[in-house]
């Protein structure tokens, strides 16, 4: 018998994610060999009301150009990638211009190239476990997408933790 508050469970009902609200070192390091959902960690970033206005990024990046994946998989033969200024992204994927073709920006380091992104959040304490005490090792990338943008539940090729500024996954 187990708790089933203690799991995400996948569309099929089967748990698929262990549950975690704000867990200790210990607690994390010992589910880390399953995909876990950790909530609780950024209740106090200035990025969950600063970066859901268009008119944030229209002010520090709109200028600034972005790799951009067009499509909804990669592994379709129609998918394919620009680079475009955010500004443009905006207008042609997020306003409503063409809202029937998906687009995003993936893992692409935006703090490289925009510093000031850094003071809105923190590297949660859970990255200690892949790091130790080397948190300048972190890769900060932020994934921009609209509405119908889908990634299924998967693993990556290295540790990681994904952390939901706005919208839903």
Same mark, same amino acid.
């Given at each position: 018998? *187990? %708790?089933?508050?203690?799991?995400? !469970?996948?569309?099929?009902? *089967?748990?698929?994610?262990? +549950? =975690?609200?704000?867990?200790?070192?210990?607690?994390?390091?010992? +589910?880390?060999?399953?995909?876990?959902?950790?909530?609780? =960690?950024?209740?106090?970033?200035? @990025?969950?009301?600063?970066?859901?206005?268009?008119?944030?990024?229209?002010?520090?990046? $709109?200028?600034? *150009?972005?790799?951009?994946?067009? $499509?909804?998989?990669?592994?379709?033969?129609?998918?394919?990638?620009?680079?475009?200024?955010?500004?443009?992204? *905006? +207008?042609?994927?997020?306003?409503?211009?063409?809202?029937?073709?998906? @687009?995003?920006? @993936?893992?692409?380091?935006?703090?490289?190239?925009?510093?000031? &992104? &850094?003071?809105?959040?923190?590297? /949660?304490? &859970?990255?200690?476990?892949?790091? $130790?005490?080397?948190?300048? +090792?972190?890769?900060?990338?932020?994934?921009?997408?609209?509405?119908?943008?889908?990634? /299924?539940?998967?693993? %990556?090729?290295?540790?990681?933790?994904?952390?939901?500024?706005? $919208?839903? !996954?």
């Amino acid at each position: 018998d *187990f %708790d089933t508050n203690l799991f995400v !469970k996948s569309n099929d009902g *089967f748990p698929c994610a262990f +549950k =975690l609200e704000n867990p200790s070192y210990n607690d994390f390091q010992s +589910k880390m060999e399953a995909p876990i959902f950790l909530s609780g =960690l950024m209740t106090d970033w200035p @990025a969950l009301q600063k970066w859901k206005h268009p008119s944030f990024w229209s002010k520090v990046a $709109g200028h600034r *150009f972005f790799p951009v994946e067009i $499509g909804s998989s990669y592994l379709n033969p129609e998918w394919s990638q620009d680079i475009i200024q955010l500004s443009q992204y *905006f +207008k042609r994927y997020v306003s409503g211009d063409q809202t029937w073709e998906i @687009a995003y920006i @993936a893992q692409h380091n935006w703090t490289h190239q925009i510093p000031c &992104l &850094l003071e809105d959040f923190e590297i /949660p304490d &859970l990255c200690d476990v892949f790091l $130790g005490e080397n948190k300048e +090792k972190v890769l900060a990338h932020i994934w921009f997408g609209m509405t119908h943008t889908l990634s /299924p539940l998967h693993f %990556d090729n290295y540790n990681n933790i994904f952390c939901q500024v706005v $919208g839903s !996954k």
